[in-house]
């Protein structure tokens, strides 16, 4: 199939980015495969570091903060981290992807007219398959310590959340790739960004930290606090998702495909000259 003289569905919005890549769907599939292969090349274990890294940050992060903070529970502490801690990567790792996803991509799009949501989008679907693993190793790590959650409707939000993920982490790529093909400097800032984020985010705190009330503009302002809630609700507390989860969620989610309309629609295909 050629793709050199393809444009792009003339619908506006998502139901565009949706057609876009089901047309590109095997370009989009090969992108990914080949980010995880040099993302894993030589490695001895391959995807399993997805699991690892995660897992021994958790467990270091429980028993130093866990000690601090007089945790009574160190495994139950743990699990909330690894929890944080894969939505964190997830999400860090799709800001840093996103901002070199255009760029490292220029050699395609200068010989070939490919829609840019393509590789865009590999970025949050790369990382979905690390997320995946270390879901699955999260898993793992309740059974064993016999805190697996009970069979009930609320393991369905947990086959539901990578969804979910996509659907709010691919406007944001699609905004940060623009930024970053045009403002090389955005690097610095995101990293600063992220390292403040993380602070103010219940990833490695306990959550009810945050019900101070002097924090609790937080719960709204930082998009990661719905995030992280519905992920550990149904797995760590057996209980669906609060409407207050939802509207937020929504809230963001709106805002930030909106945002990633205006930012490729201002952009265009003329972004391609400040590759």
Same mark, same amino acid.
């Given at each position: ?16 980015y ?20 040099? #993302?894993?090349?030589?490695? #001895?274990i391959?995807? =399993? &570091?997805?699991?690892?890294?995660? %897992? ?8 130093? &903060? ?38 490292g991509?220029?050699?395609? @799009? ?8 393509? /590789?865009?989008?590999?970025?949050p ?9 270390g ?27 990578? /969804? ?10 699609? *905004? ?6 045009? /403002?090389? !400097? ?5 990293? *600063?960004?992220l390292?403040?984020l993380? =602070? ?14 002097? @924090? *609790? ?11 992280l !809630? ?10 669906? &998702? $609060?409407?207050?989860?939802?509207? $937020? ?6 805002? %930030? ?7 490729a629609g ?10």
């Amino acid at each position: 199939m050629s793709y050199h003289h393809y444009e792009s569905v003339r619908i506006p919005g998502f139901i565009r980015y949706i057609a876009d890549l089901l047309r590109f769907r095997h370009l989009c599939w090969n992108l990914v495969g080949s980010d995880l292969r040099a #993302r894993f090349r030589r490695s #001895r274990i391959g995807i =399993f &570091w997805a699991v690892i890294q995660p %897992l021994a940050f958790a467990l270091l992060i429980a028993w130093t &903060w866990g000690t601090l903070l007089k945790t009574e529970d160190y495994w139950s502490f743990a699990v909330y981290v690894f929890a944080g801690m894969l939505v964190w990567e997830y999400f860090s790792n799709t800001l840093n992807g996103s901002l070199d996803a255009l760029t490292g991509a220029a050699g395609y @799009l200068r010989q070939a007219r490919v829609p840019l949501v393509v /590789f865009q989008a590999r970025v949050p679907l790369t990382g979905m398959v690390t997320f995946l693993a270390g879901m699955v190793g999260l898993l793992a790590m309740l059974a064993v310590l016999g805190k697996f959650p009970s069979l009930s409707w609320n393991l369905a939000l947990v086959a539901a959340f990578p /969804f979910i993920l996509i659907i709010f982490f691919l406007p944001v790529a699609v *905004i940060f790739s623009v930024l970053g093909a045009q /403002f090389r !400097d955005l690097r610095h800032i995101v990293q *600063i960004g992220l390292q403040a984020l993380l =602070f103010v985010s219940p990833v490695m705190f306990e959550r009810a930290m945050f019900n101070d009330e002097r @924090l *609790i503009i937080l719960q709204f302002v930082n998009p990661l606090f719905p995030l992280l !809630d519905m992920l550990r609700a149904p797995l760590l507390y057996d209980r669906g &998702w $609060t409407n207050a989860e939802l509207m $937020t969620l929504g809230a963001w989610a709106g805002l %930030l495909w909106l945002a990633s309309f205006l930012f490729a629609g201002r952009a265009g295909r003329k972004i391609v000259f400040a590759l």
